[in-house]
């Protein structure tokens, strides 16, 4: 072998050398990528990896705002409650968790064994439990069971106003009522808090000490009176249980600016356990719900009839002892009467005499009046589920439709609706929007609500006053003598309504009302009362009126609106105008269907 072709052990161990540095260089510059990778390119992802792997954010109520009455007592309000929480991956026996848990919190084993045995690392096991159920639950020393703290609505009058308040659900969120409808000013911002954990899984902090600060949510500051609200939902219950009747609503109103004073719906419930009650217990009937208003409506027609100078409040009707036929059907009055004045007509309140004004008057006048006095459209108030009632629009009028809407048949309304109409009467002709929060507090102090400006009922001021006079009339000498208030004088309208069914109208379901305002010269407040179906007596001048008289009457006491000197004067004349010619409603006769209304 010649020298040349030899190689040294050296030369060979250089080239293993490079090769190992080589390779050592590749596998180092791949290490070095994939770190790169890992710390800056993803950091991110896998810092919330770990971040998810060591610690259990837990999202809790925020304190709500408080909602206070006009007078500045609390309607609801929010306190701290405990809910019973777990680490199911802490727990080393969930069938005996779940045994011991069910006994205490009243749920089913079953259940509380498949939540706690689940791979979740947090879990709600009963949300906002009671003080006593908490202290149980102590004592039972779980371990992977804890509290957190969170909030919960108390509502400290019970049922008082529930139906206007509403109800807050266990996840803290409003569900009915202006709980609801103020939903985002009321609910305070979460609080989240963080629970870290090591390798085994177990707690190394407490909730309290990593956590987002909880922001309480706004107050309101409402219209609604409590003690006012009191008298109203305890003179329903009363006329319920006196009448026999299916339900009951009372509204009372500031006839300035249609503020509610008082909303009470019967029946009701208790909002601390709302799910103890039924949904129809929870409706607000005074805004939801709408009826045929019956001679209530008289005062529509009434309006539309002076103002066209179609009618005058001494000229004669002939009642007809008692019913007409137009076009072949048959209406009655609920008594015969002969000649009536149109005054009269309203006191006595003679379906007859009133489509006869109609007649005079026209149907665009008598639609304009409806639409006027803000029937057929939500009256805006600051409450969810408003219904808008019924009311066709004009061309949709045919041969019987104003006949029929004269003695408030065939149309609908709402309790709200006809309160704001008779109090746009008796603050002169200002229709307002009504509504039940005057301020809201951020915590900033109480701001007042922004509200729209009342749009104008168009009537002269002789018609106002000269219509004002006229249900004065049937409080003192009228069906509604009942609704009658030593020292004031009281302006109003009785109204009994058949009700309609499937079938058509019932036979036996009536509504009985009375709506009135007082002091009648100097209007302060305005209330409508309505009983559903009451079956000791339907009229509502012996329903409804008296409850009128008992609860707006201590209204005014509660208030301070002194009694009127001259209450007891005999009622002024009302101003004969000149007569014009009013053109023929469509230039035929009309008919009107239905029983009597009064």
């Not at 072709?5 to 791949?30: E, F, M, N, Q």
């Not at 925020?62 to 206070?68: D, F, K, L, M, Q």
């Not at 409402?222 to 009747?245: K, N, P, S, Y």
Request: net charge neutral; with cysteine.
């Amino acid at each position: 072998m010649s020298g040349s072709d030899r190689r040294s052990p050296r030369s060979g161990l250089s080239a293993r050398v490079k090769l190992c540095v080589v390779l050592a260089a590749l596998w180092g510059l791949t290490v070095g990528w994939r770190l790169y990778q890992l710390q800056v390119e993803r950091h991110e992802h896998y810092a919330q990896r770990a971040s998810r792997q060591h610690e259990i954010e837990v999202a809790l109520d925020a304190p709500r705002g408080t909602i206070y009455d006009a007078r500045g007592r609390e309607l609801a309000v929010s306190v701290r409650v405990e809910s019973v929480v777990a680490n199911p991956s802490l727990i080393e026996d969930s069938a005996a968790a779940a045994t011991a848990l069910a006994s205490v919190l009243d749920l089913r084993a079953r259940d509380l064994e498949a939540l706690l045995s689940s791979d979740r690392d947090f879990v709600f096991v009963a949300r906002k439990v009671e003080p006593q159920v908490a202290a149980a639950v102590r004592e039972l020393d779980l371990g992977g069971v804890w509290f957190e703290e969170e909030s919960r609505r108390y509502y400290p009058m019970g049922g008082l106003a529930a139906n206007v308040l509403g109800f807050v659900g266990t996840d803290n969120r409003g569900l009915a009522g202006l709980e609801l409808q103020y939903d985002e000013v009321v609910a305070g911002q979460m609080v989240r808090r963080r629970t870290l954990r090591d390798g085994r899984r177990g707690r190394l902090t407490v909730p309290h000490a990593l956590a987002t600060r909880a922001v309480p949510g706004g107050d309101l500051h409402l219209t609604v009176d409590a003690a006012l609200q009191h008298m109203a939902e305890a003179g329903i219950a009363r006329a319920i249980e006196e009448w026999d009747a299916k339900a009951g609503i009372l509204v009372m109103l500031d006839v300035e600016d249609s503020a509610v004073l008082a909303m009470a719906s019967a029946p009701s419930f208790d909002p601390n356990r709302f799910g103890d009650f039924t949904p129809d217990d929870w409706r607000n009937r005074a805004v939801m719900d709408a009826y045929e208003p019956g001679s209530t409506f008289k005062m529509v027609t009434a309006a539309a009839a002076l103002d066209a100078l179609a009618v005058h409040p001494d000229d004669p009707f002939d009642c007809e002892l008692g019913g007409i036929t137009l076009a072949g059907i048959f209406i009655g009055d609920h008594k015969p009467f002969g000649v009536l004045t149109f005054r009269e007509v309203i006191e006595r309140s003679s379906n007859v005499g009133v489509i006869k004004a109609a007649l005079r008057t026209g149907a665009e006048p008598l639609h304009r009046s409806i639409v006027d006095f803000g029937f057929g459209r939500r009256t805006g108030v600051d409450l969810p589920g408003e219904s808008s009632g019924i009311v066709h629009p004009l061309e949709r009028w045919r041969g019987l439709a104003a006949a029929y809407a004269s003695f408030g048949h065939g149309l609908s309304i709402t309790p709200l609706q006809l309160a704001n109409a008779y109090a746009a009467l008796a603050n002169g002709g200002r229709l307002n929007r009504p509504y039940v929060v005057r301020a809201v507090d951020r915590g900033a102090g109480p701001e007042p609500v922004a509200r729209s400006e009342p749009e104008p009922v168009e009537l002269s001021p002789a018609t106002i006053q000269g219509l004002s006079r006229l249900l004065e009339g049937v409080v003192e000498r009228g069906t509604g003598t009942r609704a009658a208030i030593p020292g004031y004088r009281v302006a109003g309208k009785t109204g009994t309504a058949e009700k309609s069914d499937h079938t058509g109208y019932s036979a036996t379901g009536r509504l009985a009302t009375f709506v009135g305002f007082v002091p009648a010269r100097a209007p302060r407040l305005v209330a409508v009362v309505m009983l559903d179906e009451p079956r000791r007596s339907t009229g509502g001048g012996v329903v409804s009126a008296p409850v009128f008289r008992e609860v707006v009457g201590e209204a005014l006491l509660y208030l301070g609106i002194p009694p009127e000197r001259d209450a007891f004067e005999p009622t002024a004349r009302f101003v004969r105008l000149p007569a014009q010619r009013v053109p023929a409603l469509g230039g035929t006769r009309i008919a009107a269907a239905g029983g009597g209304r009064r």
